[in-house]
């Protein structure tokens, strides 16, 4: 599986940063999904982002988790976790492709 990996900073109460990962995979009948991406314990984090990565099916697994908000809308939760990735192919910003210099 091939997927691109974003990187958030955030902050927690105490005022300490972290990073949220999330990516997009896409499903056998060409739907593309959100993901949030979780890495193994002894997994290396990539260290720029945004990067591609390509993940072995057997080096991970998704889970979907559904719920409803305080104000009564169902969302789902979905969670790529990964346990072993290689480095894809770099990645490549093209949003700006449309627009004159």
Known sequence: MKTTVFAKKRTTKEGRPFFTY??????KDGEQIVVSI???????????????ID????????????????????YTDRTLWVNAYTMGEPYVDNSCDDFED
């Open 22 to 27: 999330s990516g997009r995979l896409t499903r």
């Open 55 to 74: 993940v072995a099916k057997e080096s991970a697994r998704y889970s979907e988790k559904k719920g409803v908000t305080a104000e009564g809308k169902e």
């Open 38 to 52: 979780k890495f193994g314990k002894d997994v290396k984090i990539p260290e720029t982002f945004p990067c591609n």
